[in-house]
């Protein structure tokens, strides 16, 4: 590839002052994407279509625009031809309008620690108009509760509103825990909104570091069962990355997914896959795609595409799927890096849960905005099998642990990644030297040896 010596050197090149910013990583708010329960069918206008959990003012109505990412369905001058997701070209999504007015709408949300919440979203115009939108944090239930911080302004100019990338905002405010929340968004005629999000820092699954989630982690209390060793260690050595490719392969996404459990499940604990994105690996996306743009400009956005499939069961020691099909899709999950725009790590759902002795697809599809194209097809996508396998200790193992997470290809097993219970009924080596002591009269206290006199 003619490119393929200047694509080293800049993904070798970390730039100087690049600020990596993530989208949640468990999001506090439900439907924030207009997702929950869409429209079935027809483009464009559903007025009056419900966006509950979210509660609009009286007057004028919701309005959930159903679109196919600019496929087929291409109004000239009403709003964008896609959602906030940049989700490829052909899927149905939606995002949410006003019909015919300036309206406001709230959902609610009990913060589960106290922390600095993060919360925003995406914003587009309608018609090729101004618009102008107000988003804020209240206490309590409502419209009219105390303002946390303040109200945030804002403005989009006029445009080619089928066009123009989605405007993301982010503001914070400090909340407390088990205090009820609104958030509040009210726009005018000429605004559309999508993508809503709340995370706190310091509630575990919601911190904003340099990580994404394919699903959220927090399960409310502490988890029982880890990984025994980092991961790292059960996986093959990774093969070199193709320098003609987006930096992202089999290798590096089963170095960055890992099972976290559910509590108090036991060894027959249901659990869900984090990713949690290196420093490095942004860097190299973000490299990757100021490249690929500065060679050609219309390409401004690399999107992958994460899905989790429900194949079939698999008890301890069944062999990887090989038929036909990739089963259920449970969870869907988009990672965008954008020339301009912070990347966006994406809203996930907290409800998917994988269950153990099951196979499960884990599928990525990486691609440009608008159906641009510049690296082989080759490149497009990976995917790999897991299973988090339990049965008798002895079936597993000699050890401690409770079973293995199974990583799989192909058909072909790649790693068993040993998993433990993070407590233990067994008493430690410390309790257990004690009470030796208390029943040797041969040591003290501190379990030294004395020499007794006999009288």
């Not at 090149?13 to 990596?20: A, E, N, W, Y």
């Not at 990525?364 to 080759?378: E, L, Q, V």
């Not at 009924?425 to 206290?445: G, Q």
Request: charged residues 20%; aromatic residues 10%.
């Amino acid at each position: 590839m003619k490119y393929k010596f200047s694509l080293v050197k800049a993904l070798g090149t970390l730039s100087v002052g690049l600020i990596l910013v993530t989208n949640l990583q468990a999001n506090q708010l439900s439907n924030g994407d207009f997702e929950s329960h869409p429209p079935s069918s027809g483009w464009g206008n559903h007025i009056g279509y419900s966006i509950s959990p979210w509660v609009i003012a009286g007057g004028s109505k919701s309005n959930v625009i159903r679109v196919d990412q600019g496929q087929s369905y291409k109004p000239t001058r009403q709003g964008p031809h896609r959602d906030a997701s940049n989700a490829p070209k052909g899927k149905t999504r939606h995002y949410l309008d006003i019909a015919n007015g300036s309206n406001q709408f709230y959902q609610i949300f009990k913060s589960r620690c106290s922390g600095t919440a993060t919360f925003g979203g995406y914003f587009s115009t309608r018609g090729n108009g101004r618009g102008n939108a107000q988003v804020t944090l209240r206490n309590g239930s409502g419209f009219n509760g105390s303002i946390v911080g303040q109200t945030n302004q804002i403005s989009l100019p006029r445009g080619s509103s089928a066009t123009d990338p989605w405007k993301r905002v982010v503001y914070t405010g400090a909340v407390q825990a088990g205090q009820v929340y609104s958030f509040v968004v009210a726009m005018d005629n000429n605004m559309n909104f999508d993508e809503a999000f709340v995370s706190v820092d310091g509630c575990k699954g919601d911190e904003h570091d340099d990580n994404g989630g394919i699903g959220g982690t927090d399960w409310g209390k502490p988890i029982d069962l880890i990984i025994e060793k980092p991961i790292e260690v059960y996986l093959p050595k990774p093969q070199k990355l193709d320098n003609c490719c987006a930096p992202i392969n089999k290798d590096v996404i089963m170095r960055q997914l890992t099972p976290v459990f559910q509590p108090n499940g036991g060894s027959n604990a249901n659990y869900r896959l984090n990713f949690s994105a290196t420093p490095q690996f942004n860097n190299q996306m973000q490299n990757y795609l100021n490249y690929v743009h500065s060679m050609k400009n219309p390409i401004n956005a690399l999107i992958t595409t994460w899905r989790v499939y429900d194949k079939a069961p698999g008890g301890l020691g069944s062999p990887a799927p090989t038929s036909a099909g990739w089963g259920t899709k449970i969870e869907e999950f988009f990672t965008t890096f954008h020339i301009t725009n912070p990347i966006n790590h994406g809203n996930t759902s907290n409800s998917y849960q994988m269950k153990p002795n099951h196979w499960y697809h884990v599928g990525t599809g990486t691609y440009f905005n608008d159906g641009h194209s510049f690296f082989p097809k080759k490149c497009a996508e990976s995917d790999y099998w897991v299973n988090w396998q339990v049965g008798t200790k002895s079936a597993i193992s000699k050890s401690s642990s409770n079973g293995n997470f199974i990583i799989a290809q192909g058909g072909k097993i790649i790693s068993k990644i040993s998993v433990k219970s993070q407590t233990s009924s067994r008493p430690t080596k410390k309790r257990f030297d004690e009470a030796k002591i208390k029943r040797n009269k041969n040591f003290n206290r501190k379990g030294v040896r004395v020499k007794r006199t006999k009288f």
